[in-house]
């Protein structure tokens, strides 16, 4: 899967793999969604240091895209999109904008069907930090 980071580079998505990782998705269609995902994500980055949390925008407009990232402050080097959209959301098998993905440190997936708000996300990031 082709990522593009904001300096629309593209980078394959394994390379941005450096630790165990959540991978969550999100649409500027839904800022309430997108601002709760983000939200969510810092919070749980405070809670689990151990792993990076990747955001990975879904939309098909770079340029609205880059400018929703650098006006909220999102950190740049944890936000991407997706280079061809339909491509990753079938070998990713993204059917929810509330799914995330668990890789361990190789990029291998812990687990590829949870959500950053179910309530049994910490209890799985505690359970995989241990192994």
Excluded: C
């Excluded at 998505?13 to 269609?29: A, D, G, M, N, Q």
């Excluded at 929810?96 to 997936?109: H, Q």
Aim: a positive charge.
């Amino acid at each position: 899967v082709i990522l593009v980071n904001s300096e629309n580079q593209a980078k394959d998505l394994h390379s941005v793999i450096r630790k165990p990782t959540v991978l969550f998705f999100w649409s500027s269609l839904s800022v309430k969604h997108y601002r709760s995902m983000h939200s969510k994500a810092v919070e749980l980055s405070e809670k689990y240091p151990k792993y990076d949390f990747v955001g990975i925008n879904t939309d098909t407009h770079f340029k609205k895209w880059r400018s929703i990232v650098l006006q909220s402050g999102y950190k740049k080097t944890s936000e991407f999109q997706f280079d061809d959209i339909e491509d990753a959301t079938q070998k990713l098998v993204i059917n929810s904008s509330n799914k995330a993905i668990i890789l361990d440190k190789n990029g291998s997936i812990l687990d590829s069907n949870s959500s950053l708000f179910s309530t049994n996300i910490e209890s799985l990031l505690q359970g995989y930090a241990k192994k």
